[in-house]
């Protein structure tokens, strides 16, 4: 053999070699800088940036323009693709750089947010008489806007082949649309309780939890074909595709210092989102002439959704209200006109071009009546012989979101907070509160639409009758809250709040009663609270109506079987931990046991739809309860199944589950089955990097419905896919701030390469806690300083 053709391995391998190492070095310098010397232009004042040891940034300035131009650089820095992300989701520039699979997103973002609400709510801002406020927010963006010029761009952008624009005022309007339609529940509901209703009737919903009495009023008007189309998973396919985070619900509690061992209030929060890298949360500590703030950001909004003081701390939940309605329009066959009460009135008709990454653009022309736009252009399944128009509370207000959540940041008193939290219109949030004067309270924040008496919010409704319009709001007065109880805590757990001032229940989506029983069950307990027993509360793992649900299938089918080995798996005491055994028997009875009783009604795509709502998870205890459901009865077979026949069938499914896992050498352990992977948008195109990407599959503790949530959507894997749960775990008792704790799923940078893209992960899964800084003693002497000048 020749000598040269030898030393060609050698040369492949040299070559390797200098590529993967060339890779490697790009990486690393896509990383964020936590020591050394920045020169920014947008400043005006040396700026010291201390980051702690989990990469928390301690702002230090000389001026509140300074301090927000230092936070806007640092979180660009860590978090610039997702701003990015989020930015085109709110937009509707998704396509231009992820494909045509994002067509309809796009069309559905540009109806709810066309230019013209970005440009009204833009000039309502620049007419703003809070000009600290404004100025504020234009620093946040020069901050962003010179690292996005100057930094070095993340390594998605470089993957995507784009360049980062320049930051506009709008774009913080963009994200926080985004975050508003991230919390809609009525996309997925509303379709579904009405193909039920209109297919089967009442006794289908009777005793479900739809705020729907035997003699109430309501007016549903749609034949069947219609219902059919309306009916499939057609909402939600503008949330499950999107590469950033989706909102689902969240814990909040605070105590009285009446009831805590330091004799001021102890606050926590933690709030329930879908697990995405990077996590929601962005945490900064700044310091400024008169403030003194720690808060929980969100990338491209400029003040804290979550944070604390010296004097007060406040948090949030989902409201989980009904905001959003589905009209069916009357429209002529030119698509011109829509009818109203015998009356015409022209069709509002938009066109926009969405760019779409190696197709042509894209033309669609959006429609909407005075109830809101129509759905077509968003959704394949829909025909154009099926206009719905969707209004949405949201967009039909000024958005006084920065106002709201800039007078939270800067909050000295009870009176404040209420006043803030009374200038947010949506999306529908309880704010939860405490302060150093011993107050406590917590406001449900939102304009709440009053319907008229004969309309049901969850039915696709006539919008061909002016009489089935809203008639009005009420006033945030009457919205439910509670200051300073007797009783010495508030809480919120996304379950039915209430009652509003005329005792009425307000209607929405709400989470069931589970995690808000079970935090009332451990706080009045007779306890004198400290940080340390409280968390104790917050990684609570215990299901009180799911060991409920477990017991009666249990008694049930030890009664028809016997007491053979495998049913007494079903003996539990409600606990998810990962060692525990019956959590997995009883979740995979529940789901067989649902899916034999429904699907032959709703059909296989309906049926995972529900498994995906509210309404199924506040009603499948009841609905495997009770004895005489229609549900029971299999509609495509002559005769009349019962509840024994159902269930039984379900648990032969699950003995057969139980025996693929003896046969694969898998215990029958939770955390076997029980698993939570954090996946970066990204990683499945690249699996060479997935390691790295990605955290995990590990075990984790928790459920359903468990005050620790970790929660999934039951389907036909036997493993449970994790998908959402806590994003922070927040304790502070305002005795002593300087004892805050908090704990976050994986860590501070988007940056896969930085040594805080996952430092946080091993507390997370653990159930443990890392202090939040807060101290000037000890942040002035850490080692790492990166100077801004």
């Known amino acids: 053999m020749k000598k040269w053709l030898i030393g060609i391995p050698l040369v492949i391998l040299i070559l390797v070699l200098v590529v993967v190492g060339i890779v490697h070095v790009y990486l690393n310098s896509r990383a964020p800088e936590y020591k050394g010397d920045v020169d920014l232009e947008c400043l005006d004042r040396e700026v010291q940036v201390r980051f702690d040891d989990f990469g928390i940034p301690h702002i230090n300035a000389q001026s509140a323009s300074d301090a927000y ?162 009916s499939q ?16 619900g969240s814990n909040s509690w605070v105590v009285s210092g009446e009831r805590t061992s330091s004799g001021f209030p102890i606050f926590c929060n933690d709030t329930h989102i879908a697990y995405n890298i990077p996590q929601v949360w962005y945490e900064a500590h700044m310091v400024y002439p008169d403030n003194n703030f720690y808060g929980y950001y969100l990338a491209g909004v400029p003040f804290a959704l979550v944070g604390h003081n010296d004097f007060m701390s406040w948090g949030l939940t989902m409201l989980e209200h009904d905001d959003m309605d589905f009209y069916m329009e009357n429209i002529d066959a030119e698509r011109t006109m829509y009818y109203m009460d015998d009356a015409q009135y022209p069709l509002q008709n938009m066109q926009t071009t969405i760019r779409v990454k190696d197709h042509p653009d894209t033309t669609i022309t959006i429609s909407s009546t005075h109830h809101g736009p129509l759905v077509q252009p968003f959704y394949d399944q829909l025909s154009d012989q099926i206009p719905v128009a969707m209004w949405w509370d949201y967009i039909r207000h000024p958005n006084n979101l920065l106002e709201a959540f800039y007078s939270l940041n800067n909050c000295r008193s009870l009176d404040q907070a209420e006043n803030a939290a009374s200038q947010i219109h949506g999306p529908g949030l309880n704010v939860m509160y405490a302060d150093t004067l011993n ?108 060991r409920e649900l477990c017991a009666l299938l249990h008694q049930d089918l030890t009664n028809w079987l016997g007491g053979s080995t495998p049913v007494n798996l079903l003996i539990w005491d409600g606990d998810h931990e990962v060692d525990a055994e019956a959590p997995f028997a009883y979740y995979r009875l ?166 805080h893209y996952r430092d946080q992960a091993k507390l997370y899964r653990l159930g443990e806690f890392r202090s939040e800084m807060w101290d000037p003693k000890f942040i002035k002497d850490l080692p790492n300083v990166l100077i801004l000048n």
């Open 69 to 230: 131009k230092a936070l806007g650089y640092i979180v660009a820095s860590e978090r610039l693709f997702q701003l990015e992300m989020m930015r085109r989701v709110g937009t509707g520039q998704l396509a231009e750089v992820l494909g045509s699979d994002f067509i309809s997103t796009d069309a559905l973002f540009r109806a709810l947010f066309p230019p013209e609400y970005f440009e009204k709510e833009v000039a309502r801002l620049e007419a703003s008489q809070n000009r600290q406020m404004l100025e504020a927010v234009d620093s946040y963006l020069a901050g962003i806007n010179e690292f996005a010029q100057s930094g070095p761009k993340p390594f998605e952008f470089t993957l995507l082949g784009i360049d980062a624009p320049t930051y506009t005022r709008a774009d913080v309007f963009a994200i926080a649309g985004y975050m508003a339609y991230s919390f809609g529940l009525a996309q997925r509901t509303d379709p579904l309780i009405t193909y039920i209703h209109q297919e089967f009737g009442d006794e289908y919903l009777r005793g479900a939890s739809v705020i729907h009495e035997q003699n109430e009023p309501f007016n549903p008007s749609y034949d069947a074909e219609i219902i059919e189309l309306l």
């Open 233 to 248: 998973d057609l909402f939600g396919q503008a949330k499950c595709e999107l590469p950033v985070p989706v909102w689902h």
């Open 439 to 546: 107050n406590i309270a917590w406001w449900a924040s939102a304009k709440l639409l009053i319907r008229p008496p004969h309309i049901h919010g969850k039915f696709v409704i006539d919008g061909s009758v002016s009489s089935n319009d809203p008639v009005g709001y009420y006033p945030f007065e009457s919205n439910p809250h509670s200051v300073n109880p007797p009783w010495n805590f508030v809480y919120s757990a996304n379950d039915q709040p209430g009652p509003m001032a005329d005792s009425s229940f307000y209607p929405g989506y709400y989470k069931p009663s589970h995690r808000a029983d079970r935090i009332k069950e451990l706080l009045t307990q007779p306890i004198t609270w400290n940080v340390e027993q409280m968390k104790e509360v917050m990684t609570d793992v215990v299901s009180t109506k799911d």
């Open 590 to 755: 529940m789901y067989h046991t649902l899916k034999l009783m429904m699907e032959d009604e709703l059909g296989a795509t309906r049926m995972a739809n529900c498994f995906t709502t509210h309404w199924f998870q506040r009603n499948y205890v009841t609905l495997i309860s009770t004895e005489d459901s229609p549900w029971w009865d299999n509609q495509s077979t002559p005769r009349v199944e019962t509840r024994k026949e159902i269930i039984t069938d379900a648990w032969e499914m699950v003995c057969r589950e139980l025996g693929t896992l003896s046969s694969q050498n898998h215990e029958w352990n939770w955390g076997d089955v029980h698993q939570l992977t954090l996946k970066h948008p990204f990683s499945e195109h690249l699996p060479f990097l997935a390691g790295e990407l990605n955290i995990g599959p590990y075990p984790i503790r928790g459920g359903f419905e468990t005050v620790c949530q970790a929660s999934f959507t039951p389907d036909s894997n036997i493993v449970a896919n994790v998908r959402l749960g806590s994003q922070m775990r927040i304790i502070r008792d305002m005795g002593d701030l300087t004892q805050s704790i908090s704990v976050t799923p994986s860590g501070q940078s988007g940056h896969f390469r930085s040594p």
